[in-house]
């Protein structure tokens, strides 16, 4: 009788082996959204052996509660945390520029890498985004080279007409030492990723402690 037990339920123990399966593969899952599908099944499958083993009630707790609103609460939680709100002045996210939607299109794809999207947060006048990034209300500031008042760094006149005659239809150029954009970051981990994936000819990275006591234009401040 024991024996033939055992054969009965030869097949809970097949699906009882999905149960460590699916766990690993939700804790070593990078991508968030997918470890939510795994987490969808590992619930699915302990639902599905609590009712083989009798345990209705306890399968419908599972089912209801453990799946289907933890998996709803993740996805909430997950869809409004993996956000970067990158503040802008009114001015540049009006502006149709093709530097500005270079940049912008560029960090769209390099925080797809990382599930981040990029929201965009305008404010009226630079005073108003730095006191948006003390507060914690945004994660990072973007601003021009004209607005940070570097504008004037390298003027046509001052290394000669000859020398700098085919730059003046270029007021902003991109080089390693005048990015024309900056973007200050107070997020330890959004500085690591904008300095690994951001090319310096592109924007310059800065972290928000170290952009308060920077004097220099060109050297990139370590992160604290």
Same mark, same amino acid.
């Given at each position: ?15 009882? *082996? ?6 690993? %593969? ?12 795994? @987490? ?24 209801? /509660?453990?799946? %289907? ?6 996805? /909430? ?5 993996? /956000? %970067? ?30 599930? *981040? ?48 005659? !085919? ?5 902003? !150029?991109?080089?390693?030492?005048? $990015? ?8 330890? @981990? ?8 951001? $090319? $310096?000819?592109?924007?310059?990275? %800065? ?15 370590? *992160?604290?």
């Amino acid at each position: 009788m024991d024996s033939l037990s055992l054969d009965n339920f030869s097949y809970v123990y097949a699906i009882m *082996l999905l149960l460590p399966l699916a766990a690993a %593969m939700v804790l070593f899952q990078q991508n968030p959204y997918q470890a939510l599908v795994m @987490r969808g099944i590992l619930g699915a499958v302990a639902a599905l052996i609590y009712a083989m083993l009798g345990g209705a009630d306890v399968a419908l707790t599972e089912a209801l /509660v453990g799946t %289907m609103l933890a998996i709803t609460l993740y996805a /909430v939680a997950v869809r409004s945390s993996l /956000v %970067m709100r990158l503040g802008v002045l009114e001015a540049e996210e009006v502006k149709d520029s093709l530097q500005w939607q270079s940049l912008l299109d560029y960090l769209r794809a390099r925080l797809k890498r990382y599930q *981040l999207r990029l929201e965009l947060v305008p404010y009226a006048d630079r005073k108003a985004l730095q006191h948006a990034l003390a507060e914690k209300a945004i994660h990072s500031i973007c601003l021009s080279k004209g607005k940070l008042g570097l504008g004037n760094e390298a003027r046509p006149e001052e290394n000669g007409p000859e020398e700098n005659g !085919p730059e003046e239809n270029h007021p902003c !150029p991109t080089s390693l030492n005048h $990015p024309p954009y900056q973007i200050t970051t107070r997020v330890p @981990r959004l500085y690591e990723i904008l300095t690994a994936e951001l $090319p $310096p000819a592109m924007a310059k990275v %800065m972290a928000a402690e170290a952009a308060k006591t920077t004097t220099g234009a060109g050297d990139r401040p370590p *992160l604290t």
